[in-house]
């Protein structure tokens, strides 16, 4: 007898949407993050890895800055990696795809953050959130053996 899946399509476009919210959200309107202050000008990192080792440094003496900064640029984009997947049609589900679909959401918000003034383009952001994206369709890959999805 086949295993039933634990979520079907339409819960998991359910969480797809949610999640779009709630990155949405904190990616452009949570003052725990600043998004509330208007930054002057254009600020940007186009040099790969200079914050990422900035934040690796300081691990020790700023436990939070490292953990909101790099394991939450990864965590963040984990969940589209787990839930497009799913959604996307058969010869869709590749791992190609998901890279090059989290390289392009993460390439807009840093965009879209850098012209509304509420953050600043940082290479190493999309390099941690296309990782992320990564991450997520690995677990997807995981979750699919196990046929939660």
Not at 58 to 68: I, K, S
Not at 102 to 110: G, H, K, P
Not at 118 to 146: E, P
């Amino acid at each position: 007898m086949k295993k039933k899946r634990v979520f079907g399509k339409g819960t998991v476009g359910f969480l797809f949407l949610a999640y779009l919210a709630f990155l949405l959200y904190f990616l452009f309107w949570s003052e725990y993050f600043g998004r509330t202050e208007k930054i002057e000008g254009f600020q940007y990192n186009l040099e790969p890895f200079r914050e990422i080792r900035r934040y690796i440094s300081l691990r020790q003496a700023m436990p939070m800055l490292f953990v909101t900064n790099i394991v939450g640029n990864i965590a963040a984009f984990v969940p589209l990696g787990v839930l497009l997947p799913v959604l996307l049609p058969v010869r869709m589900k590749r791992l190609w795809v998901t890279f090059f679909l989290s390289y392009l959401l993460s390439l807009a918000v840093e965009t879209a953050q850098t012209l509304g003034h509420v953050g600043i383009f940082d290479l190493d952001d999309i390099i941690l959130n296309t990782a992320g994206g990564v991450l997520g369709y690995i677990l997807y890959r995981i979750f699919r053996k196990m046929r939660v999805f």
